[in-house]
Every structure is written in C-alpha cells, then in structure tokens.
C-alpha cells in the first residue's frame, strides 16, 4: 500500500464549483505539504502543516484553504473553482524528528477546471 | 532571482554516457540539498540528499555539493534511457528546523538509445 494517498486522482470540475482534494498517509510524518505544479513553473507551496493545529500560508495560497483533520490527512479546498486552477496537486509529508527535512509526494491530483 | 535555478534543457546523451545536471541556490542558509526524479505525469521521487560539501555516491548516481559557490549537481553514470526523466533540484529554506523545500523548475533529461 502507497504511504501517501491522494483522491481523486483525476477530477474535472466547473468554474464555480468547490472542490476539495484529499491526502492521508501512514508514514506517521508530522508535517504535511500541498503542492500545484503548472509546466514550466515547477513545484510551488500552496500551504503546509507542521502539526495539526500549524497551519501556515505558502507562496500562492490566495483560492485555496486547508484543513488538518488529523496528523494523517491535510485537505485541501478550492472554495469557488477557476480555470487557472487547473493544475497538477501534489501533497508531501515530512518527519521532523529526522531532521533531513525529506518529503515524500503522494502520486497526484490532476485537476481540470472548466 | 530565482532562488533555486536549473537549466530546462533537454539534456540529451547518448546511452552509457555520463549525464550532469547543475543547480544553483540563493539561500546561504540552505542546509538540506536534494535531488528528485519526476517522470511525465507522475510524482517527484527522491533520488539523492546531500548535507555536507564533497560527493555523495549511491549505485550509479553522485551528488556533490559546494556550498562556497551554492552549487549542488548530479552525475549519473553509464546513462539509460529509463533515466529519460524531469530532474528537480530541492533546497531547504528559511533555515533551522523551518522544512520548507524550494525547487528549481527541473531539468528534462533525454537517454538516447
């Protein structure tokens, strides 16, 4: 079984719409990240979580919101969908007692917004 | 400037040869470098971490790290055409136990057979 999940892994949705993108992982890491990779822009922050109640912005969290129901899931919302949204999502976990600063990618959401 | 900078390429080399990807960093701070293989669609794989200026050798791959002149690379030898991939270059951030990583927008690797 994967360590880091994410669901959907594909989803089209219409302008307008909430949509809310799930990650779980059983790798019991603390810390948990969201990701949205658009080509040529590489991988870019949108939040992260370094416990259940840290929650902290990224570099492009304007359109989204999260929520850390659990030291194991992080979800994240787009509250009213936009097609410059469309985009590849990745959530990643990290361990902070290893102190490397690793992350690890769940496989990906690959969002369309229409 | 961009804080963590790599060339887009395509990098093409022949089957067997030596691949080299560079990356530069602006954060004199960074710690925690890392390496991660991306194939078209799929998720970033940790390939190599390195912390400490020199090489770092692990099967066919090596990463080295000057930390001076904030440059972090990654040989890979006798290259394979499964080695076809996006390469990113990660850099930790903000210092101390923060554990934001910043990636450069990846190097596209083609192994010609």
């Known amino acids: 079984d994967a360590d880091v999940t994410q669901t959907p892994r594909n989803r089209i949705t219409k302008t307008g719409k909430r949509i809310m993108l799930e990650c779980s992982q059983t790798k019991g890491h603390d810390r948990m990240y969201w990701y949205r990779q658009d080509p040529g822009l590489g991988l870019r922050l949108i939040y992260y979580s370094f416990d259940v109640k840290d929650i902290n912005k990224g570099e492009i969290s304007d359109g989204y919101s999260v929520s850390r129901q659990a030291q194991a899931k992080f979800s994240l ?12 999502y990745f959530c990643a976990t990290s361990d902070r007692t290893s102190g490397a600063h690793t992350q690890y990618f769940g496989p990906g959401t690959r969002l369309t917004v229409t | 400037q961009k804080e963590v900078e790599q060339n887009s390429g395509p990098l093409s080399v022949p089957e067997g040869a030596i691949a080299s990807l560079n990356c530069t960093y602006s954060d004199r701070g960074s710690q925690s470098f890392f390496w991660y293989r991306q194939y078209s669609g799929k998720s970033p794989e940790l390939i190599m971490s390195i912390y400490s200026n020199g090489d770092k050798e692990d099967g066919r791959f090596t990463a080295q790290l000057n930390k001076a002149s904030q440059y972090v690379s990654l040989l890979i030898r ?28 990846g190097t596209l690797l083609a192994v010609q057979p």
Do not use: H, M, R, W
Not at chain 1, 77 to 88: D, G, M, V
Not at chain 2, 80 to 105: R, W
């Open chain 1, 77 to 88: 919302s787009l509250e009213s969908a936009i097609p410059n949204q469309t985009a590849l």
């Open chain 2, 78 to 105: 006798d290259s394979q055409p499964s080695d076809s991939a996006t390469y990113l270059c990660a850099v930790n951030s903000g210092g101390g136990a923060t554990n934001k990583l910043i990636f450069g927008t």
